[in-house]
Nanobody, 122 residues
Framework: QVQLVESGGGLVQAGGSLRLSCAAS????????MAWFRQAPGKEREFVAA????????DYADSVKGRFAISRDNAKSTVFLQMNSLKPEDTAVYYC???????????????WGQGTQVTVSS
C-alpha cells in the first residue's frame, strides 16, 4: 500500500511559478512510476507528466511541455512538479499518482493522492 500526500498548490498570477510536492509512504517508492494528473472544473482528469523508477524516462502532455518539469527524490520518497510560465488554463486540482507497471498516460494508476488546488489568475 502506498499513501500519497500532495502539497504546494495555491493562487498565482499568470506567468508565475509553483512547485508541487507529493510525499509517498512505503519502502518501495523507488520502484514506482510517479505521475501528475489534473482536473479542471467541468472537465475530465487529464495526464500532465510522469517519470518512471529509473528517473530517466519521462513524458509530458503537449500542453505543459517546456513549462513543467517532473522530478523525484527516491531517498525522500517524494516527487515534484515544477510549474513555470503558468497560464489561467492550468487552473485545476492536481493529483499525484503511483503505479508499478502500465502506460504513463493511462489513468488507471494504483494509488492516488487527495489533490491540491492550483489557481492561476489572469
Amino acid at each position: 500500500q502506498v499513501q500519497l500526500v500532495e502539497s504546494g498548490g495555491g493562487l498565482v498570477q499568470a506567468g508565475g511559478s509553483l512547485r508541487l510536492s507529493c510525499a509517498a509512504s512505503g519502502r518501495t517508492f523507488a520502484l514506482y512510476t510517479m505521475a501528475w494528473f489534473r482536473q479542471a472544473p467541468g472537465k475530465e482528469r487529464e495526464f500532465v507528466a510522469a517519470r518512471d523508477w529509473t528517473a530517466v524516462n519521462t513524458d509530458y502532455a503537449d500542453s505543459v511541455k517546456g513549462r513543467f518539469a517532473i522530478s523525484r527524490d527516491n531517498a525522500k520518497s517524494t516527487v515534484f512538479l515544477q510549474m513555470n510560465s503558468l497560464k489561467p488554463e492550468d487552473t485545476a486540482v492536481y493529483y499525484c499518482a503511483a503505479r508499478l507497471v502500465g502506460n504513463f498516460r493511462s489513468d488507471d494508476y494504483d494509488f492516488w493522492g487527495q489533490g491540491t488546488q492550483v489557481t492561476v489568475s489572469s
